[in-house]
């Protein structure tokens, strides 16, 4: 199993650009999410899927999209980045055991908007 | 304001050296994660904590569940260089709620 895989490892745009982040699991996990990583910060919820065509917000929403078609896949689309964009981006996956989520992480996209 | 606050954020120790790690809240969670993250790596699941004042080993690592299941610490006993890394504890407040994560503690662990 290759798990938890995300492309590009590494992405600089411009302001204004768009872009979509990839990301897709292969342990058949209901939940995905995609989380962004800032220094001192720990890591920041930006959207969340509990299955397939379905999503919802996190704790940090605003600028970015995400759409569901399949179990495995969860990308992540900038509409038009700005440099507050900058930050480490991880997916990852879980299932659920009751009120225990077991997430496991994808490599990262470091993101850099000039 | 985090809702999951660390302690200490950055932690510098020789080879051989105990520590603790504190990871506290106001707010009640149903369990508790601890992740250790290498650097260019996504977070790896270390343990998770679920019972007030449980305690769980992992070799040379300790975590343990305060009995208000508000708060929690990692305990490493002589700790190697291999410890090295940033550890987060993530905690989960009630069923259906995604995970919320602290600020992290950044190790090293010198020779």
């Known amino acids: 199993n290759a798990g938890v895989t995300q492309t590009p490892k590494f992405q600089v745009l411009k302001t204004g650009q768009s872009m979509t982040l990839q990301c897709a699991q292969d342990?058949?996990?209901?939940?995905m999410s995609w989380y962004r990583q800032d220094p001192g910060m720990g890591l920041r919820l930006i959207h969340y899927?509990?299955?397939?065509?379905?999503?919802d917000q996190g704790e940090v929403p605003n600028g970015y999209n995400v759409s569901r078609s399949t179990t495995e896949d969860f990308p992540l689309r900038l509409l038009s980045a700005a440099p507050s964009q900058t930050s480490v981006y991880f997916c990852?996956?879980?299932?659920?055991?009751?009120?225990?989520?077991?997430?496991?992480f994808g490599p990262g996209t470091r993101l850099t908007v000039t | 304001t985090q809702l999951l606050e660390q302690s200490p954020q950055f932690l510098s120790i020789q080879e051989g050296e105990n520590l603790t790690v504190y990871c506290n809240s106001s707010?009640?969670?149903?369990?508790l994660q601890w992740y250790r993250q290498e650097p260019g790596e996504g977070p790896v699941l270390l343990v998770t904590?679920?019972?007030?004042?449980e305690v769980k080993k992992l070799k040379r690592l300790t975590f343990q569940f305060g009995d208000a299941r508000k708060d929690s610490s990692l305990h490493i006993t002589a700790a190697q260089t291999g410890d090295t890394g940033l550890y987060l504890c993530a905690g989960v407040k009630n069923a259906g709620n995604m995970l919320t994560f602290g600020g992290g503690t950044r190790l090293m662990v010198k020779p």
């Open positions: 899927s509990v299955g397939a065509g379905i999503t």
């Open positions: 990852a996956s879980s299932y659920s055991l009751g009120t225990v989520y077991e997430q496991y």
């Open positions: 904590v679920v019972t007030g004042g």
């Open positions: 342990m058949n996990h209901e939940y």
């Open positions: 707010s009640v969670f149903s369990s």
